[in-house]
């Protein structure tokens, strides 16, 4: 798709964009999560949907994949962080696009949600990108909840973020390489851009 028919579709859909960025920012906020503990979690998440408004031409195969898209930025820690199930998120997606369009929002929700697990490695291990892997879009999502993370680290300066930027760099190169898909299916792919945006900081 080209940048120009990704923008049109942006402003085509601008109205039902922000009821999605709105309701996802009150569900977080509804069980008090927070960015960083001291921004409303609202921040990452359009942190989230800025990566997808800015490289989702880069994916998006059809005008009908804009909002799963965005849908997919704003509640992709809906499932892990605010206490919504599989079902609610369809529900939720329901209320914006039509069913094959809801099934695709919520699978990218659904893949984008950490295993259960102790430890970091244990939470984000083989089964959880595999699944990232098979879902369309979910590669390019977790690829701009990963830019939007490492970015913020990179740029706020306390003892939490200096310890993940760390961890960030570190996992780069195994980060990269689950997420990668074999294919020309755009879907599953993952920009040039953000891949060489995100080595940069690593510099």
């Known amino acids: 798709m080209t940048k120009e028919t990704f923008q049109k579709g942006l402003m085509k859909y601008a109205q039902t964009i922000?009821?999605?960025?709105?309701?996802?920012?009150a569900l977080h906020a509804h069980v008090n999560q927070t960015y960083d503990k001291v921004h409303p979690y609202g921040f990452h998440l359009d942190m989230v949907a800025d990566a997808v408004c800015q490289y989702g031409h880069l994916v998006c195969s059809c005008e009908d994949d804009i909002l799963p898209l965005l849908f997919g930025a704003y509640y992709h820690d809906s499932i892990e962080d605010a206490r919504l199930t599989y079902n609610d998120v369809m529900a939720a997606a329901k209320q914006y696009m039509d069913s094959q369009q809801a099934f695709m929002a919520a699978e990218i929700v659904?893949?984008?949600?950490?295993?259960?697990?102790?430890?970091?490695?244990?939470?984000?291990?083989?089964?959880?990108?595999?699944?990232?892997?098979e879902t369309p879009y979910a590669p390019f999502?977790?690829?701009?909840?990963?830019?939007?993370?490492?970015?913020?680290?990179?740029?706020h300066a306390n003892e939490a973020n200096a310890h993940m930027k760390k961890v960030y760099k570190e996992e780069l190169p195994h980060f990269?390489?689950?997420?990668?898909?074999?294919?020309?299916?755009?879907?599953?792919l993952l920009p040039e851009a953000?891949?060489?945006?995100?080595?940069q900081l690593t510099e």
């Open 18 to 25: 922000e009821l999605i960025k709105s309701d996802a920012h």
């Open 194 to 199: 953000m891949v060489h945006a995100l080595l």
């Open 176 to 188: 990269l390489k689950a997420i990668h898909v074999d294919t020309d299916d755009s879907r599953f």
């Open 110 to 133: 659904y893949a984008l949600t950490n295993d259960k697990g102790r430890t970091r490695a244990e939470r984000a291990g083989e089964k959880y990108y595999q699944g990232i892997r």
């Open 141 to 155: 999502v977790k690829l701009a909840d990963r830019m939007a993370n490492f970015t913020y680290s990179f740029s």
